[in-house]
Antibody, heavy 119, light 106 residues
């Protein structure tokens, strides 16, 4: 069974750094792209970027390029989303999602990680 | 950047057919997929590659894509189908989501 398990909710202050995780199981983690999606409170889905854990090839949405860093550690089947300096506007639910082997769509999703940034 | 446009809301009576559109320039040249998201839950893929249903998705969900518009159709809509629906396409190595449509079953 394919599973993506994300790290828990975080409460941070503006300017803090943060790294959240997404652990894959039930499939060949190194062979499938993992994407990250933001959902701000009461808003729609926004695609942030994607990584291929096998060689760490990473693509970013222009909106998020330079704002976050996506990485992966294939030795522990885990992808990461990282901020160096959080802003209040980063408050959102963040989902990881596997890209299907057969096309550019996400067939399995993590449970989401709520990040709250507040002073 | 590529944009996908969805109506903010669609209403349907139980048992009737709901149609949710997604518009984008030459969208028919791309594959489109659709996700369903219920409150407090992660999105679920309901249609991929324009019209394919993943395992476990009821047959009442179908999709099409031609010209500049993709359509998600729910036949015999049930109360359990009330949710937000998002279309998604791929352009220049990035994924693009539509703004989402809230489907109300009343």
């Amino acid at each position: 069974e394919v599973r993506l398990v994300q790290s828990g909710a975080e409460v941070k202050k503006p300017g803090d750094s943060l790294k959240i995780s997404c652990k894959g199981s039930g499939y060949s983690f190194t062979s499938q792209w993992i994407g990250w999606v933001r959902q701000m409170p009461g808003k729609g889905l926004e695609w942030m970027g994607i990584i291929y854990p096998g060689d760490s090839d990473t693509r970013y949405s222009p909106t998020f390029q330079g704002q976050v860093t996506i990485s992966a550690d294939k030795s522990i089947n885990t992808a990461y989303l990282q901020w160096n300096s959080l802003k209040a506007s980063d408050t959102a639910m963040y989902y990881c999602a596997r890209r299907s082997p057969t096309g550019w769509y996400h067939d399995y999703w993590g449970q989401g990680a709520l990040v709250t940034v507040s002073s | 950047s590529y944009e996908l446009t969805q109506p903010p809301s669609v209403s349907v009576s139980p048992g009737q057919t709901a149609s949710i559109t997604c518009s984008g320039d030459k969208l028919g040249d791309n594959y489109v997929c659709w996700y369903q998201q219920k409150p407090g839950q992660s999105p679920v893929l309901v249609i991929y590659q324009n019209s394919e249903r993943p395992s476990g998705i009821p047959e009442r969900f179908s999709g099409s894509n031609s010209g500049n518009t993709a359509t998600l159709t729910i036949s015999g809509t049930q109360a359990v189908d009330e949710a937000d629906y998002y279309c998604q396409a791929w352009d220049s190595s990035t994924v693009v989501f539509g703004g989402g449509t809230k489907l109300t079953v009343l």
